[in-house]
């Protein structure tokens, strides 16, 4: 405020404070030279206009912002940040008023919230661009993004958007088991308005008679909490019964009595008895989408997989040197959100042999094994740097890519993997294996050896196995659990996300680091 006050002529000299620090003799000779400067400047105005011409006729040069016209002070205002908006009006009358111009506000609800067509439909309603900026979207754009929610063993996935003139929490669920690569569904939890008295009204979204009175609170950065006033709106006539039969077929797409598996049957309703137990109660963690590097074997991103008994989950791939990472944003009483359930090492690709022999489950495992002992004997001789010692390759591993190891002089970690473009391959599934779903790729790019998470009820002994990753496409991927014999699905969540880039690789470190320690 202090440079606009410079700027106005209201504040501190224009003399800048290296001059100040000169000597009063210093000072008189600046002094003379800019004298002179100026009138040098209004002798060439004035030969401009002409001879004879005074230079008092020539137009005015502006001393400060308060010297230009209303409309330039618009022009300027509109481009400045809108949380600097109310300090800018602290600094005089003038700019006070012009901060009232509705251009300006205009253009900020659309630069910072991406919103053009729905300004238009404020003036139907009576509705300043202001008053939707200043009592809307700036207080409550701290919790635009990606959440996911506190649900226990279940977390979730929370998109918080400007959409229309309300700011909506939606919450993102996997498509019916096991159509994995059908669309997302989007549920609403809350909505923030301004349709009634000129000030934001909170609404809770959850049950199934309509909004009524809601709050969300902040607890701390990146974190925030709602909660319903009217719990009474998620009851329905029919009790829990009802309840439950509508939110299986919200859930699941189908009856208790469509769903023969008896363990099935136990672990869906354990999930509707604990997630119930919330009414939209819920604290929300802030989450990043990976940041994305030209050397990535993929686009990273979110994914929707199958598994098993537990249905769709979804999970988040990212890449971390020579490793690719894919953690629960949901998950299930065995391995809980937040965790990691895969982890692939790109400098261990694995070549398949040709159909006939990929059809044999022992064919699979004992390539995939033989990718892991040589694994774990160089972690091990990772951990005793004292030792030097060779490993020779595994015997009789032929079908096996050596890949050089990472940060190997002019090879960048899993640059291996990703330097060349390999052409498709025909992929079939080992016999004996265990798919949710039969209809997936029947070729694929590139396979590589990884280990997935797997745990007692209450995730209990959890323990990294070996199995065999599989690259379909930009979009799809799969993975071969070895010791279960079952197969998950993976497909990408397609939508569009705002507000959901991470600002640093760090704070994207760190957030997955604290998704592990929130479900721990």
Known sequence: MAVCARLCGVGQSRRCRRRQRHSQADQDSDSEMDMDDEEEEERVVAGGLGSGASASAGPPHPQSLLDLPPELLVEIFSSLPGA??????LVC??????????????????????????????????MSSRDLYVKLLHPYRHILGLWQPDIGPYGGLLNVVVDGLFIIGWMYLPP?????????????LFRIHMWEKNKATIECMYGHK????GDIQTVKKDEFSTKCNQTDHHRMPGGRQEEFRTWLEEEWGRTLEDIFHEHMQELILMKFIYTSQYDNCLTYRRIYLPPCLPSDLLQPGLFKGTYGSHGLEIIMLSFHDSKAKATKLTGDPNVPAGQLTL????????????????????????????VHEEAQRGLQARDAPSEVAEVAPPQGAEGLHSAPPAGAEGVEPGAAACSAAPEPQPFVLPLGVMARNEVYPRTCKMCF???????????TSPERTPGLFILFDDDRFGFIWLELKSFSLYSRLTDQLSHAQAPTLERFEAMLRNMQSWTS
Not at 178 to 183: G, I, L, Q, S
């Open 84 to 89: 600097a908006l109310p300090n800018l009006a």
């Open 93 to 126: 009358k003038k700019f006070r008023q012009i901060l009232n111009t509705e251009t300006i506000w205009r253009r900020r609800c659309t630069e910072e919230f991406g919103m053009k067509d729905d300004l238009r439909k404020m003036e139907i309603v009576g």
């Open 176 to 188: 019916h088991d096991p159509r994995v690569e059908d669309p997302m569904r989007r549920r609403p």
């Open 210 to 213: 309509g909004p009524h009175k």
């Open 343 to 370: 982890e692939i090492d790109l400098n261990c690709p694995v070549h398949l042999p040709d159909l006939e022999h990929q059809r044999s489950m022992e064919e699979l495992s004992r390539l995939v094994l033989e």
């Open 449 to 459: 050896y990884g280990t997935g998470l797997i745990a007692g009820h209450g995730f």
